[in-house]
């Protein structure tokens, strides 16, 4: 059925829930698991016409810092469902592209997120990275709420 598993995680209670799932689906079909977070770089900010550049140093650190506790997270579970499991800290504008992209690149057959369960106004006004990528990803994906 499915080889290899790409999950999404940004070290949530959500996706930990999602990675979970993924786990075990990944033991029971033997497949290959990769997990991945996705980061977005930092913008220019221009207030009035005037170019403000970002503190990139610090906010890199920190980007880097809450992606790698995120992969950390995702490995120990594996690890103590008996899974291998591969990460990938990606830095892309477009969260959903940066998940598609790297399900693509690594020859996934499946790609496992969460879902907030976010209705109405507030689905409408903060957005799913969840129903971007399966609006546009040619690979299945599972959704788990």
Not at 108 to 125: F, K, W
Request: with cysteine; hydrophobic share 45%; charged share 20%.
């Amino acid at each position: 059925m499915y080889k290899h598993i790409l999950v999404a995680t940004d070290g949530s209670e959500h996706a930990e829930k999602a990675f979970s799932h993924a786990v075990d689906l990944a033991r029971v079909l033997g497949a290959k698991l990769t997990a991945v977070t996705v980061t977005a770089p930092l913008e220019m900010t221009a207030i009035e016409g005037v170019v403000v550049p970002p503190p990139s140093d610090d906010f890199d650190a920190w980007q880097k810092k809450q992606a790698t506790a995120a992969l950390a997270k995702a490995t120990n579970a594996a690890a103590a469902a008996r899974v291998t499991a591969e990460t990938r800290h990606l830095v892309h504008r477009q969260a959903y592209l940066g998940i598609i992209e790297a399900a693509r690149s690594e020859g996934c057959d499946l790609i496992v997120m969460a879902s907030h369960g976010r209705r109405g106004v507030s689905a409408l006004l903060l957005g799913s990275e969840t129903q971007k990528v399966l609006t546009h990803s040619t690979i299945p994906v599972l959704v788990v709420r």
